[in-house]
């Protein structure tokens, strides 16, 4: 599979997550059948921000840790977008973690 297609099948997961939701690289890769590249969906995520209906803020790490917030314009802009949809953000750590996670559906 090319880099570009995947980035797409990444993209289409994104624009998926509803507002106020969150959700983790590690499941978005599980979800395209490729549990172990999560690393890839970070790129693909890091290469998305210009692209303005993938919604990048929604995608954190594991444990709910906004490891991506160094690639948004401004320091605080992940976690200002994700405080606008009711999201508790504190250490750049989501609160009620669990709460906000939402779970892609198997795409392959």
């Given at each position: 599979?090319?880099e570009?297609?995947?980035?797409?099948r990444?993209?289409?997961?994104?624009?998926?997550?509803p507002?106020?939701?969150?959700?983790?690289y590690g499941?978005?890769?599980?979800?395209?059948?490729t549990?172990?590249?999560?690393?890839?969906v970070?790129?693909?995520?890091?290469a998305?921000h210009?692209?303005e209906?993938?919604?990048?803020?929604?995608?954190v790490?594991?444990?709910?840790?906004?490891?991506?917030?160094?690639?948004?314009?401004?320091?605080?802009?992940?976690?200002?977008?994700?405080?606008?949809?009711?999201?508790?953000?504190?250490?750049?750590?989501?609160?009620?973690?669990?709460?906000?996670?939402?779970?892609p559906?198997?795409?392959?």
């Open positions: 599979m090319s570009d297609n995947f980035f797409e990444v993209y289409a997961i994104a624009r998926q997550i507002y106020g939701k969150v959700t983790s499941a978005i890769a599980k979800a395209l059948g549990a172990r590249s999560a690393r890839m970070g790129w693909a995520m890091n998305s210009n692209i209906d993938v919604p990048a803020h929604r995608v790490n594991r444990n709910g840790l906004l490891t991506g917030k160094l690639h948004f314009d401004g320091t605080n802009l992940m976690q200002q977008l994700l405080e606008n949809e009711g999201i508790i953000v504190i250490d750049n750590q989501i609160v009620d973690f669990a709460k906000h996670f939402w779970q559906e198997i795409q392959f």
